[in-house]
């Protein structure tokens, strides 16, 4: 866990998107305050803008307006690469599935400690086990992310998103496609993130209540 606690700031941000020679907005002035430590869920109708949402916090798009602030700072990458102060406070885990299908579950994860800034193979190796084990994935190491069913891969993504210990989580359908029983799992697997601390933004369309109830 990092020792400072962000806290995300989003101030009047929109992003525009074209389409067809038009030009819309999928966010549209949105303000928000994400306090370190919260657990928020973003809900809406299919195209509200939620994965925009999730994407703007993340660094993984720039706002056309407005600004996304972590601590302060800027979050947008410029160029559109995260930098690596963003990877290490904040693991995103995107809609569609990120893992590289030629390389080991540990290759994968390994990877993104880099990524993070994590250069002593020792260092990652320990992270990696520990972030597997939070997910209850230990021993999936040599395995292909073709090997896993997608309740495991989304495990694993998970994982790697915790690879650099972010204080904050973006997690973008974590759960679409699963279970009843892998849904509550990966709940119950954030909600302990979340009580050590964690500040965790998910989104699954729809909610849960009211797909479940
Ligand atoms: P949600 O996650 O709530 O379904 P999105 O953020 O994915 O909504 O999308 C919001 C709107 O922006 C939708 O109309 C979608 O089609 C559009 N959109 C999203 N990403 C892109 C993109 N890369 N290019 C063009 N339009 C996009």
């Known amino acids: 866990m990092a020792g400072n ?22 966010v549209s002035q949105i303000d928000l305050t994400i306090r370190q430590g919260e ?7 299919s195209g509200a803008g939620k994965s925009t949402l999730l994407k703007l916090i993340a660094g993984q798009v720039r706002a056309d307006a407005g600004v996304v602030l972590l601590d302060g700072s800027d979050v947008a990458p410029l160029p559109l ?18 893992l590289i299908h030629r390389r080991t579950i540990y290759d994968n994860l390994y990877m993104a400690a ?5 250069n002593r193979e020792k260092d990652a190796m320990e992270r990696i086990y520990k972030a597997l084990s939070i997910v209850g994935m230990r021993g999936v190491e040599r395995q292909f992310p073709g090997e896993l069913s997608i309740g495991q891969s989304r495990r694993v993504e998970l994982a790697r998103a915790l690879v650099n210990s972010p204080p904050i989580l973006v997690l973008d359908e ?17 909600s302990e993130l979340n009580r050590m601390g964690t500040t965790v933004v998910i989104q699954h369309e729809g909610g849960y209540a009211t797909q479940y109830s």
Do not use: C
């Open 81 to 98: 690469i995260p930098s690596v102060r963003i990877r290490r406070a904040v693991g995103y885990v995107a809609q569609e599935p990120r």
């Open 39 to 45: 657990f928020l869920f973003v809900v809406g109708s």
């Open 114 to 118: 880099q990524a993070g800034g994590l």
């Open 5 to 26: 606690m962000p806290t995300i700031e989003l101030k009047k941000v929109t992003k525009r998107y074209r389409f067809e020679r038009r030009q819309y907005e999928a």
């Open 174 to 190: 974590l759960t679409a496609n699963l279970d009843e029983d892998n849904i509550w799992d990966m709940l119950h697997v954030l």
